[in-house]
């Protein structure tokens, strides 16, 4: 069984569409994240959901919301694409309140913006 | 804010060759911390972890020994095989549990 799945794997689409990445887990984590990997591997987190409570909000525009409507989901809606959006996203989970605990990553989904 | 910083890549090896990939941290605690590693296509795994000054984590024959005096925390193999050709990435936890990786070093390992 996948721990942390994320669909779709691969998203092709034009400049200025919305779009919608989904993300679950089934390891009963507390904690979620979305992070962003770009073409040089460079890898950075978006954002982080506790219990569906925002805790992380890095400097990302507005144009990307997290969505969590319980705490095995995460979603990521992103608005008006731009070039510079493509890249690959990875959401992750972890168990809350033990900083001893690694985060599990979904396999990526890989955004292209034509 | 806390920072790491890792070797550039691409780092290339004869297989049984012993790898060294170097990382250094800034960071105003003492964070955990982690050494993860991508295969091609896949997301990262943990490879191995340190809570505390002079723990050293080890999993498949890589070790890597938590420094606090030269704030390091290096990777190292023995012996390296074709299979272990990934990127791999260093890694703090900050408060929050907010991880913040270094720059990743991709390994390739040849007959």
């Known amino acids: 069984d996948t721990a942390v799945s994320q669909t779709p794997k691969y998203l092709v689409t034009q400049m200025g569409n919305d779009k919608s990445i989904k993300c679950e887990q089934n390891l009963g984590h507390d904690t979620m994240y979305w992070y962003k990997q770009d073409s040089k591997k460079f890898l950075k987190i978006m954002f982080s959901?506790?219990?569906?409570?925002?805790?992380i909000n890095e400097t990302v525009p507005n144009r990307f919301s997290p969505k969590s409507p319980d705490k095995a989901h995460l979603n990521l809606h992103i608005n008006s694409l731009e070039l510079g959006d493509s890249a690959v996203y990875f959401c992750a989970s972890s168990q809350d309140g033990d900083s001893n605990q690694p985060q599990h990553f979904g396999d990526g989904t890989r955004l292209s913006i034509l | 804010g806390d920072s790491v910083t890792q070797m550039e890549g691409p780092v290339t090896l004869s297989e049984e060759a012993f790898l060294t990939i170097n990382c250094t941290y800034t960071?105003?605690?003492?964070?955990?911390l982690f050494w993860y590693v991508q295969y091609p296509g896949e997301g990262l795994q943990l490879l191995l972890k340190a809570t505390k000054a002079d723990d050293k984590g080890s999993n498949k024959g890589f070790e890597a020994t938590y420094r606090k005096e030269t704030t390091s925390f290096h990777l190292e193999k023995g012996s390296v095989q074709v299979s272990d050709s990934a990127v791999y990435f260093c890694?703090?936890?900050?408060?929050?549990?907010?991880?913040?990786f270094g720059t990743g070093t991709q390994l390739k390992v040849e007959l």
């Open positions: 960071a105003t605690g003492y964070p955990s």
């Open positions: 959901y506790n219990n569906k409570e925002l805790i």
């Open positions: 890694a703090l936890r900050e408060p929050r549990n907010k991880l913040t």
